[in-house]
Nanobody, 114 residues
Framework: EVQFVESGGGSVQPGGSLKLSCVASGFAFDSYPMSWYRQTFEKKRELVASITSGGGSADYADSVYGRFTVSRDNINDALYLQMNDLKPEDTAVYYC???????WGQGTQVTVSS
């Protein structure tokens, strides 16, 4: 069974940083691209960043480009999202996602507020 365990969320002030982690199990992690999404109460789920299976290439939403960095550790089956210069509009629940099969982590809350 494909499973994800996410961690690293929390509350920070604007300009602060957080690093999210997503540990995967139940599939050949190093063979699949992975993504981070986020969802606020008002909006549908938004793609934040994605990374290729080998980690050599990544894409970002315009809203986070230059501030967030996605990475992965294929030895330890882990996906990361380093978030710098956080803004109040980054407040959301963040999810790691595998497209095939369609599988979501449980989500981790990030709150940016002064």
């Amino acid at each position: 069974e494909v499973q994800f365990v996410e961690s690293g969320g929390g509350s920070v002030q604007p300009g602060g940083s957080l690093k999210l982690s997503c540990v995967a199990s139940g599939f050949a992690f190093d063979s699949y691209p992975m993504s981070w999404y986020r969802q606020t109460f008002e909006k549908k789920r938004e793609l934040v960043a994605s990374i290729t299976s080998g980690g050599g290439s990544a894409d970002y939403a315009d809203s986070v480009y230059g501030r967030f960095t996605v990475s992965r550790d294929n030895i330890n089956d882990a996906l990361y999202l380093q978030m710098n210069d956080l803004k109040p509009e980054d407040t959301a629940v963040y999810y790691c996602h595998l497209a095939f099969p369609d599988t979501w982590g449980q989500g981790t809350q990030v709150t940016v507020s002064s």
